[in-house]
């Protein structure tokens, strides 16, 4: 059983930083693709961040909408994935997930990020 679990999310005003964090239970986190997603109301969930796996050669790939402000990374003896965000916009506000992909898709609870003054 894969489980992930979201942390990071908060309250924010413009032009802040929060880094989120995942961390995944189960084995053979180094073959899952990482990612983190994100879904504002009314909306659909759209990818902001991708990082492949360790056999991949961990190659990131980032929204148009947040290339230069967001980095993601992955720390595979903490089994962790973060996403560190930096000059933050209101836009950004939306519930952000977190998901572990290889020949299944396992997906985490969300986490709420609000960017207002």
């Known amino acids: 059983q894969v489980q992930l679990v979201e942390s990071g999310g908060g309250l924010v005003q413009p032009g802040g930083s929060l880094r989120l964090s995942c961390v995944v239970s189960?084995?053979?986190?180094?073959?899952?693709?990482m990612g983190w997603y994100r879904q504002a109301p009314g909306k659909q969930r759209d990818l902001v961040a991708a990082i492949s796996s360790v056999t991949s050669g961990g190659t990131t790939t980032y929204a148009d909408s947040v290339k230069g402000r967001f980095t993601i990374s992955r720390d595979n003896s903490k089994k962790t994935v973060y996403l560190q965000m930096n000059s933050l916009k209101p836009e950004d506000t939306a519930v952000y997930y977190c998901?572990?992909?290889?020949?299944?898709?396992?997906w985490g609870q969300g986490t709420q990020v609000t960017v207002s003054s």
């Open positions: 998901s572990a992909s290889a020949s299944n898709t396992y």
């Open positions: 189960g084995s053979f986190f180094v073959i899952y693709t």
